[in-house]
């Protein structure tokens, strides 16, 4: 599971919803593994703006990467400050979870994660 994806993921429970603590789901025990991918500064670019940038930070901090600033890059800063460039596509494009779990800061619950694979499946009881 790429570190980008978990930034468009909230709990799937249904008494969640209303919660803004349900986004992020925040990584546990995470296995990462990493994968060497063909820099793309455009899609960088233009995934930029889609990004929540307040659960990028938290997300980055909790899997014990470098504090990422405080606001985004513009679109002209990120074009033009390489080093930014290289390691937001290290830590959106090229870094997964492997194994782990994501956990809801609201209700509790933990989807597992193995292969790299995370299971939304909900029990009866929480859909």
């Not at 993921?9 to 990493?34: G, Y």
């Not at 670019?45 to 940038?53: G, H, K, Q, Y």
């Not at 080093?83 to 619950?109: F, R, S």
């Amino acid at each position: 599971m790429k570190i980008l994806s978990l930034n468009f993921l909230s709990c799937a429970v249904k008494a969640c919803k209303a919660s803004s603590d349900s986004f992020p789901l925040h990584p546990k025990d995470a296995e990462l593994a990493h994968d060497d991918v063909e820099l793309n500064p455009q899609l960088l670019v233009n995934v930029l703006p889609r990004i929540d940038w307040k659960a990028l930070r938290t997300t980055s901090t909790e899997l014990g990467f470098p504090d990422l600033p405080e606001q985004p890059p513009t679109v002209e800063e990120l074009e033009a400050n390489e080093t930014m460039l290289k390691e937001l596509h290290n830590l959106l494009i090229e870094t997964q979870i492997m194994e782990g779990k994501l956990v809801c800061a609201n209700c509790g619950h933990e989807y597992g994660i193995r292969e790299g694979i995370a299971n939304f499946l909900l029990p009866s009881h929480l859909v």
